[in-house]
């Protein structure tokens, strides 16, 4: 099989990911490109100027940094777009970060969760 994007981490079955929410990031950015949001072209220039950006900053570039390229990419081009704001996306990841750190090992992650804390958080004046 092969990688429906270059360089993508795969094997024989198909792409590979070390953790799950690298795969979230890989099907956002195939979901997002086939609804036209951006080409496979715009991506892949989204992807290496972030890439680029990471190893003028000094990311040794050893692989394991590359999902988060994915991540910023994504969100860069949303933002270019209008959809989403970079403070929308930032406050978006607080409540999934926050809902992953209330929900107790092996339950599913429910977003409300994480809004609602987010919401007290931010009513209380804390980060």
């Known amino acids: 099989m092969t990688a429906p ?11 590979v990911f070390a953790e799950p ?10 979901q997002l490109c086939e609804s036209g949001l951006f080409t496979r072209g715009e991506w892949a220039s989204a992807l290496g100027a972030e890439i680029d950006r990471a190893q003028r900053a000094g990311d ?5 940094t590359y999902y988060h390229h994915w991540l910023r990419a994504l969100e860069r ?4 777009r209008g959809i ?12 999934w970060r926050r809902a992953y750190l209330a929900t107790p090992h092996g339950r599913p992650v429910e977003l409300a969760a994480g809004l609602a804390r987010t919401r007290r958080a931010a009513s209380a004046g804390r980060p």
Not at 5 to 15: I, S, T
Not at 21 to 30: D, E, K, N, R, S
Not at 77 to 80: I, Q
């Open 60 to 64: 040794p570039d050893l692989g394991d």
């Open 84 to 95: 989403a704001l970079p403070a929308t996306v930032d406050e978006r990841a607080e409540a």
């Open 21 to 30: 929410w690298q795969a979230g990031a890989f099907a956002l950015a195939v």
């Open 77 to 80: 081009l949303v933002a270019d």
């Open 5 to 15: 994007f270059p360089y993508q981490p795969h094997d024989g079955d198909g792409p």
